[in-house]
């Protein structure tokens, strides 16, 4: 008797096993609803998974406050228009074929509003005092400034408020106009110094009697923007990083990429500083002008030298027989005096006006920090005192370091945090190539292929057992050796082999030594058969 087969080891094989067994088990009516069963969930997983989608999505609005998101909303269900929510709820997208729908009952139900406008005025409204119409001009013309700042990049959106001041005769009780603009900005944006004044003169030309300088723009933080302090903030970013990157950049030749790290802060001063000097040079002169003085004295000894003629002066001297007239050497000497030169000289004068820069550099903190340097079979060592001090030196020189303006420079040598590797994020089932419907839809066909299989194998092996030759006993020798040699894949018994001169128990242990398998199964055989009655062989003998 053949031994039974051994469980198999492999749960996967125990399962299939299993699932044969009560595959075999089922009627034909219960196998034949299962294969339908099976087809059926197949057929709605392809039919879920390949039919057509809504298509792309795309906005209808985008950049929308929480209240103009829920009313555009709520007209599109109205209108029956499929519609979802993205980014945060500030945009409405439809699919691609409905937008231009959405937009048109988007326009007929006036939404977005981004604020109350002059849509506030539509319609003509009796019986309205004067005060309401200038409580209803101001909140339009606030939400109209206010979706003007929002169509800004960084805006995501802004609100206006207006205090139109009094306008009054007497001059104590005037009040100038002013405005506060609100500003939310978008995640990593900012306002620049251009955009801030722009923002204060777009206010600020809306507005009758109002000036610029009397705006004041706040983000969603409560900082206050302003032109002049963003211009000083941007000055001092823009020098600060231009000299981290300089300092950086130089020590990293000399201790390698990474192994640096710089931060500056700059404080800088933006006033207008006109300055005028006038120099005068004592070494450099010039002769304007100049006088002689001369001496009276001297002159007068000059002419006595000089001879000279006397006599009777007039007519009386030229008549006839008149005194005639004498010649000498000397004359009467003149009266004492000076006459004084004066010389005028001009000292050379230069005269210089200075404008100095807009942007000037109060104050310099700059602090480095350097890693380990690594040493050979051996942990990392920081720098020694002599090398933090020759770089100490590079900085102060690199960055311009003054110590009379009150700089200040720090240089530490301490070891970097070494960073873990990134882990690489598992990939998520949305993010699959094929969906997740036709995976489940194939998984669902290989299972019913691999039921038909193990199906049709069973028959197989089930039609084989039915073709083992089978022998009632008793039988004639000639018929045990016909069921000996034949095949077990059910074909015709072979012929038996031609007698030779062995007896009947040499040929049958000859047969058993050859093929054991095909003799055990025989045997299983008899043994498996009923008992048959008697019957006379031919030597008339009861076997």
Do not use: C
Request: charged fraction near 20%.
């Amino acid at each position: 008797m053949a031994e039974p087969t051994p469980p198999p080891t492999n749960p996967l094989l125990a399962i299939a096993s299993q699932a044969r067994a009560l595959w075999q088990r089922l009627p034909s009516r219960a196998r034949l609803g299962a294969i339908a069963t099976v087809v059926g969930i197949v057929g709605v997983i392809a039919f879920l998974a390949l039919r057509p989608g809504p298509g792309p999505w795309r906005p209808v609005a985008e950049r929308l406050t929480p209240a103009d998101a829920s009313e555009l909303s709520s007209v599109l269900a109205e209108r029956g228009i499929e519609h979802r929510l993205g980014r945060n709820g500030t945009t409405v997208e439809v699919p691609a074929a409905q937008v231009a729908q959405a937009l048109a009952a988007a326009r007929a139900a006036n939404v977005p509003h981004g604020g109350v406008g002059f849509e506030l005025f539509d319609g003509t409204k009796l019986g309205r005092s004067d005060f309401v119409e200038k409580v209803d001009l101001r909140r339009a013309l606030q939400g109209e400034l206010a979706r003007t700042i929002a169509t800004l990049a960084p805006v995501e959106a802004a609100r206006v408020m207006i205090a139109p001041g009094t306008v009054s005769v007497f001059k104590d009780v005037a009040k100038p106009a002013t405005a506060s603009v609100t500003v939310r900005l978008r995640p990593g944006q900012t306002l620049a110094a251009a955009q801030v004044q722009g923002i204060k003169n777009l206010v600020a030309a809306a507005i009758d009697g109002l000036e610029a300088e009397r705006v004041v723009v706040v983000d969603q933080r409560g900082a206050m923007l302003s032109a002049d302090e963003q211009q000083h903030s941007d000055d001092a970013a823009q020098i600060e990083q231009g000299i981290a990157a300089e300092v950086r950049a130089l020590l990293e030749r000399a201790l390698g990429v990474g192994k640096v790290e710089v931060v500056v802060r700059a404080d800088v001063d933006r006033s207008k500083v006109t300055r005028s000097e006038e120099i005068y040079d004592p070494a450099a002169t010039a002769l304007r002008s100049s006088s002689e003085t001369l001496d009276a004295a001297a002159s007068a000894a000059n002419a006595a030298t000089a001879p000279t003629t006397s006599g009777v002066a007039g007519v009386q001297a030229n008549l006839p027989g008149g005194p005639a007239a004498t010649t000498g050497a000397g004359g009467a000497a003149s009266t004492a005096g000076t006459i004084q030169a004066t010389k005028n000289y001009e000292v050379s004068r230069k005269v210089n006006n200075i404008e100095e820069a807009e942007v000037r550099i109060k104050k310099l903190q700059v602090a480095v920090l350097v890693d380990y340097r690594a040493v050979d079979d051996g942990d990392p060592a920081p720098l020694t005192p002599e090398e933090l001090k020759q770089y100490t030196a590079i900085v102060h020189a690199a960055a311009g370091l003054d110590d009379t303006r009150g700089d200040q420079l720090e240089i530490r040598s301490v070891p970097f945090a070494i960073e873990p590797e990134p882990k690489l994020a598992p990939k998520p089932i949305s993010k699959l190539p094929v969906p997740l419907p036709a995976i489940l839809g194939g998984l669902a066909a290989l299972v019913a292929v691999a039921v038909v299989v193990m199906t049709m194998r069973r028959r197989r092996k089930a039609a084989a057992t039915a073709a083992t030759p089978t022998l009632a006993l008793p039988a004639s020798l000639a018929e045990v050796e016909r069921a000996l040699d034949a095949p077990t894949d059910g074909t015709a018994p072979a012929l038996p082999p031609p007698a030779n001169e062995r007896s009947i128990e040499e040929r049958v242990l000859a047969a058993v030594k050859t093929d054991p398998a095909r003799a055990a199964r025989v045997l299983a055989s008899w043994l498996s058969e009923p008992d048959a009655p008697a019957t006379t062989a031919k030597g008339g003998k009861a076997a």
